[in-house]
């Protein structure tokens, strides 16, 4: 019930980087897919990258090669590494599980991203 925390973004020109951060409540990360998903201003939210209790990864085709998801299950953490921004990847990004989605929209974390 409690939603998920989000951390990392901020105002970056293009071909910048940042590292977001999800911090569990109620989850505990090692036993379940985490998903980053992202909300484009006027879009729907989507998934970015997917990594499996297995540590298996999926990455979207738009942010393939730029960034890379990993967790610290120590920390129960899930981390987004995100490199060579684009201003299309303006957005507020979130995290949860995947893809039964098993807690409430945090308030995200807000990307922007300059050309």
């Known amino acids: 019930q409690v939603p998920l925390v989000e951390s990392g973004g901020g105002f970056v020109q293009a071909g910048g980087s940042l590292r977001l951060s999800c911090e569990g409540f109620?989850?505990?990360?090692?036993?379940?897919?985490m998903g980053w998903y992202r909300q484009r201003p006027g879009k729907q939210r989507e998934l970015v990258a997917s990594i499996g209790s297995d540590s298996v990864t999926h990455y979207a085709d738009f942010v393939k090669g730029r960034s890379t998801i990993s967790r610290d299950n120590a920390k129960n953490i899930v981390l987004l590494q995100m490199d060579s921004l684009k201003p299309e990847d303006t957005a507020v990004y979130y995290c949860?599980?995947?893809?039964?989605?098993?807690?409430?929209w945090g308030q995200g974390t807000q990307v922007t991203v300059a050309s």
């Open positions: 109620g989850i505990v990360f090692r036993f379940e897919t």
């Open positions: 949860n599980t995947y893809p039964i989605l098993a807690r409430p």
